[in-house]
């Protein structure tokens, strides 16, 4: 394990250096939510808007922008056609698109078409999950380097998780469903390296109450680098060489359900996770051995909680996060869970993720407005909020200057006059 340490980490934070104007996973390029780039603060249908591309489908995928190229998922609404698609970042125009025929039927909800996951690159490959269609591989032109068969995906709400590169490989949170599991796969070759089965699909609960729709993330902890993931029942810490558990925390399942939506949130030596369908909210402290549900959890808050969908962001001492019902956003204290305000979001729900642009947050509602706030305890202190007038489920990337955002039917780059 110490060669891991010594070769792996380097290679990690390299890649991340070299495409530091790109944003090649979801939620930025450490999947925190978190940009340093200036972005613009307005925009609307004729106002900022560099271009637009229609797209033929549906979907809840991000966009993700790598070496001059935006990827996006889509699939039609029978799940038959799932397709990656491809385009110019400077213009818009689509480069290619690589579709996948399946013609089993896999459960989902009408409210979660098929293209729910966001695409992954490393620069030189871009890797996309279809759910029970597969794993897949390609180059940036869009050849083929590999696939792999996972397994089916069984669950009434669908699935919604994004791959993870980490140097040589590629993390999969596998699930909802009864077969739920972490799962390691070569970059190269496709091939498995280690397999994490997750306990507890098959439960008590009826089947459509348990479910993590989670995308991982990764942490240093004592030093080393963890995969954290938020299942169904707890927060899940693996190692990133055999897939081991490392360490686990309580708490999320509530009274209607083991439900989770969101990634976890990572601050220093602190975590916050959040539960869907109004489950609890908590805190804990990163590392550890085994259970450490006792010693390690902070906080946890059950009371009055809002349906959440998409992941906060840590900004200083607070959490933002907005909600998907009612259609609040709040702020969080994270040492001890305190609610510092909550206000109500101008135009409706919000399924997006909230993420940082320099000096402010973003969230896009339901209805395609993107409302933009100053990360403040104090108060709910609103910048803008940008109409484009089309639905959206998905959340803004942020590169070299510029927002590309995805609606149902149109992916949009945002920018400033030069």
């Known amino acids: 394990m110490q060669y891991w340490k010594i070769v792996l980490v380097p290679i990690c934070l390299a890649s991340l250096t070299v495409q530091a104007a790109d944003s090649p996973s979801f939620r930025g390029p450490r999947g925190d939510g978190q940009s340093t780039e200036q972005v613009p603060l307005r925009w609307g249908p004729q106002m900022n808007v560099k271009w ?44 290619w698109s690589r579709v996948v025929a399946f013609e089993k039927v896999e459960p989902t909800h009408k ?29 940036h032109e869009g050849r083929p380097l590999w696939k792999l068969d996972p397994g089916d995906v069984k669950h ?29 796969v070569s970059i190269a070759t496709g091939k498995v390296i280690w397999k994490t089965p997750e306990p507890g699909g098959a439960n008590d609960r009826d089947p459509r109450m348990v479910a993590s729709f ?20 707890r927060v899940v810490a693996y190692d990133p060489g055999n897939g081991k558990v490392l360490w686990s ?19 220093g030596n602190i975590g916050v996770a959040m539960g869907g369908y109004q489950g609890p909210r908590m805190a804990f402290r990163l590392g550890g051995n085994g259970n450490v549900t006792k010693t390690h959890r902070l906080w946890r808050v059950e009371a009055k909680q809002p349906q959440r969908i998409g992941s906060g962001v840590i900004v200083g001492d607070h959490v933002y996060v907005a909600n998907a019902g009612p259609g609040t956003v709040e702020c969080i204290e994270v040492k001890t869970g305190k609610l510092a305000w909550q206000a109500r979001l101008p135009s409706g729900n919000a399924w997006s993720s909230t993420v940082r642009a320099g000096d402010h947050l973003y969230v896009t509602d ?18 803008a909020s940008n109409s484009i007038g089309e639905k959206s489920n998905a959340t803004p990337a942020f590169s070299d200057g510029e927002i590309f955002l995805r609606t149902e039917a149109g992916l949009f780059c945002i920018a400033a006059p030069k």
């Open 52 to 95: 637009r591309a229609a797209l033929p489908h549906a979907g809840h995928g991000s966009p993700v922008i790598s070496r001059g190229k935006v990827f996006v998922t889509c699939a039609n609404a029978q799940g038959t056609q799932r397709g990656l698609y491809c385009f110019d970042r400077k213009t818009g125009k689509q480069s």
């Open 111 to 139: 409210t979660n078409p098929y293209g729910a996951s966001t695409p992954v690159s490393d620069g030189q490959r871009v890797v996309v999950w279809h759910g029970s269609a597969g794993l897949f591989c390609y180059d």
């Open 156 to 184: 009434i709400w669908g699935y919604a998780s994004s791959p993870v590169i980490y140097a040589d490989r590629v993390f999969l949170h596998h699930g909802p469903g009864v077969e739920t599991f972490m799962l390691a």
């Open 214 to 233: 989670s995308t991982p993330v990764l942490a240093t902890v004592g030093g080393t680098d963890q995969l954290i993931c938020s299942m169904a029942t």
């Open 249 to 267: 925390v309580d708490g999320l399942p509530s009274p209607r359900g083991d439900l989770v939506y969101t990634s976890p949130l990572i601050s």
């Open 366 to 383: 339901q209805g395609g407005t993107t409302h933009v706030f100053r990360p403040t305890p104090k108060k709910f202190d609103l910048v």
